[in-house]
């Protein structure tokens, strides 16, 4: 079985991220397994906690999370063009210490998508998170893209995904991406 781990890349409660990404848990083929994470708890980074206190375990438990999954999908919201502080402030503490990237990271398929209320889908974003994922050394998937834009619309009040069309490029997304993950 892979497995796969799922971030949303937002804090917001009633974030469409964290909709698309359950939406992608429902539509994932078998055998293959989304688990979800969150970034809640993450701190600023800061250098002087890191070295005084070390890695927060709010952290420590997203690392070895990752560390243990066979594949990462980063479902990323996009701000002002580009990604979103809370999500790159988080990726900056799971890189800490950098001799632990390989471990973490090293290799590891990773895949990209989001939404936005705005037209654009999360392409910028998607587009500024390239120069992190080479950084960290993940393999990563460009077999398709899911950037889904006008998430008011696309989205129920309950964060189901109610636009059918979308649901099946969703559904061909997350299974192109599982087969990657497995090696296939």
């Known amino acids: 079985m892979t497995t796969i781990l799922g971030i949303a890349g937002s804090l917001r409660s009633g974030s469409y991220n964290a909709a698309l990404l359950r939406a992608l848990v429902e539509l994932a083929p078998a055998p293959a397994r989304i688990e979800t994470a969150s970034i809640r708890g993450i701190p600023i980074y800061d250098g002087d906690v890191e070295a005084g206190s ?45 001799a632990d990237i390989p471990r973490v990271f090293g290799n590891r398929a990773a895949a990209l998508c989001g939404t936005t209320l705005g037209p654009g889908g999360t392409n910028l974003a998607q587009i500024a998170w390239l120069p992190v994922l080479r950084a960290l050394g993940v393999r990563p998937w460009f077999g398709r893209i899911l950037g889904v834009p006008s998430a008011n619309k696309a ?14 490029r969703a559904r061909a997304f997350i299974a192109g991406f599982a087969e990657f993950a497995a090696g296939k």
């Open 54 to 98: 070390g890695i927060p375990e709010p952290v420590r438990e997203l690392k070895e999370r990752i560390a243990s999954c066979d594949a990462l999908l980063l479902v990323t919201p996009e701000y002002n063009n580009s990604l979103p502080g809370p999500f790159k402030n988080a990726i900056d503490w799971l890189s800490r210490p950098p």
């Open 155 to 168: 989205f129920d009040e309950s964060g189901a995904l109610i636009d059918e069309k979308l649901r099946e």
